[in-house]
């Protein structure tokens, strides 16, 4: 009896096993024919293209992931630099198979992210939950490093850093930001405003120890007039800044770095 | 065929999949925003359901012959996915417009839960074949007219002056909510 009970348990696995590899045969064949009669042909130089694009598809470029530009590029309708991942290398390998000289378009430079607070647990002014008490500053919430798809953003000590080795600029984490704070900088650009409290000097003092207090001397002492003041914050016009420093000397809280 | 007939009305209107039994609400709520576009969605959906209805119905005979029945939902599964390949590699060859615009939503058909829902339905309500057939059609002209009308709806309220906390996605919810409750008044339908 017991010979009988395991003979049908065992005939029962094999219909089982018969029943749904036999469907899925079927329909792997099928799918295999209708995939020839349905067949799309791609141009070898759309998927050469696809070939030289990372392959990450976090949408940086604006297209839906790196199919998308592949296509658009094939097109015409996206400049062969469009990947701000690739950058110039992804661009000189594109302009091969596109045979166009890299030279002229490829020079456009990378950006990195950056998060325009520095006001760490130690720094920054903690209410009796332990969260900080300045609404501008980085809440520590993680979202940025979720989104980022390169491991380039960690939370550290209630604030989000990007490691710039890392970062490739593709603005995963600026979109994701609920403060708003990440800003993507050009990559030669070594002097950022690490502070986006718009209050006055009064509450800024009161919440942060590292914020800024909207002082204006930084405006006031660059050399290229690249740093207007708006609400309270400098801000750096990238287009006019050489990278002098004189911003990041003028200032007394090292806000500017 | 009266009984037909009545099985195919009480599918796409009584019951409608999406808007009173929640099946199918990804795609429904996701490529409603142009009626052209929610037209050609309705219609891949309509074609997989009607032919996963009339294939499983085979399929589950032949699990039923052999008592493994407890197999029909990943045999189904099987089959809705290879229809749903069938059904995009049949949109990207011959109307790739209608392939870019649908997206996503075209091979999440796959995991649609109408499709499966269906097809889980005929076998629960034991019909036959033409029953199941008549369902599936039914259930997925339901999932046709209903995103045909939301899609409508969101295009004449793309230019309408919606509150802040309600744009996006929430006035879609309550719009989707109120052509549900429209929906019910087909209950007191006497067939």
Same mark, same amino acid.
Request: aromatic letters at 8%; hydrophobic letters at 50%.
């Given at each position: ?51 030289c ?86 809440i ?37 930001c ?11 650009k ?30 006031k ?26 911003c ?10 | ?20 039994q ?5 795609? *429904? ?14 219609g ?22 052999l ?7 990943i ?24 392939y ?35 369902c599936? *059609? ?25 509150p ?9 919810m ?8 429209a929906? *019910?008044? *087909? ?5």
């Amino acid at each position: 009896m017991f010979g009988i009970v395991l003979a049908m348990d065992v005939m029962n696995i094999v219909w089982a096993t018969v029943v749904v590899g036999g469907v899925g045969l079927v329909l792997g064949l099928l799918l295999g024919v209708t995939g020839h009669i349905f067949a799309v042909e791609i141009d070898p130089k759309q998927a050469a293209i696809r070939g030289c694009l990372p392959g990450n598809n976090c949408g940086g470029c604006g297209f839906p992931g790196c199919d998308g530009l592949a296509a658009a590029i094939f097109e015409g309708t996206a400049p062969i630099n469009a990947c701000p991942v690739g950058g110039a290398a992804a661009a000189a390998a594109i302009a091969e198979v596109m045979g166009v000289d890299a030279g002229d378009v490829a020079d456009v430079e990378g950006k990195k992210a950056f998060v325009k607070c520095k006001g760490s647990n130690d720094v920054a002014t903690l209410n009796e939950k332990g969260r900080k008490v300045c609404t501008y500053g980085c809440i520590a919430c993680g979202l940025c490093a979720r989104a980022c798809s390169f491991g380039a953003i960690t939370v550290e000590n209630g604030v989000a850093v990007v490691d710039r080795e890392k970062c490739v600029g593709c603005g995963a984490c600026a979109a994701k930001c609920p403060k708003k704070i990440i800003e993507l900088v050009p990559e030669s650009k070594t002097h950022v405003v690490a502070c986006s409290n718009h209050q006055t000097a009064k509450e800024v003092k009161e919440v942060c120890k590292v914020g800024c207090l909207g002082c204006t001397l930084c405006s006031k002492k660059c050399p290229e007039g690249a740093i207007t003041m708006e609400e309270n914050l400098p801000v750096i016009d990238y287009e006019k800044c050489t990278n002098c420093g004189t911003c990041a000397e003028s200032c007394r809280f090292k806000v500017i770095s | 065929m009266g009984e037909l007939i009545i099985i195919a009305i009480t599918a796409a209107l009584l019951s409608n999949v999406v808007l009173s039994q929640f099946l199918g609400i990804c795609s *429904f709520l996701g490529v409603s925003t142009k009626t052209d576009v929610a037209v050609g969605m309705g219609g891949a959906v309509v074609f997989v359901i009607t032919v996963a209805s009339a294939v499983a119905y085979f399929l589950y005979l032949l699990l039923d012959a052999l008592g493994i029945t407890y197999l029909d939902t990943i045999v189904f599964i099987l089959v809705i996915a290879a229809l749903v390949q069938i059904v995009e590699s049949f949109f990207k060859k011959y109307v790739p417009s209608l392939y870019k615009a649908l997206g996503v939503y075209l091979p999440l058909i796959t995991t649609n839960c109408a499709v499966l829902g269906v097809a889980l339905t005929n076998v629960q309500n034991k019909y036959n074949f033409w029953q199941s057939v008549v369902c599936g *059609f039914g259930t997925a002209f339901g999932y046709l007219i209903a995103i045909v009308i939301l899609a409508g709806i969101r295009e004449r309220n793309a230019n309408n002056d919606v509150p802040t906390p309600f744009k996006g996605s929430p006035i879609v919810m309550i719009t989707a909510a109120l052509m549900a409750m429209a929906f *019910f008044g *087909f209950a007191n339908l006497a067939i």
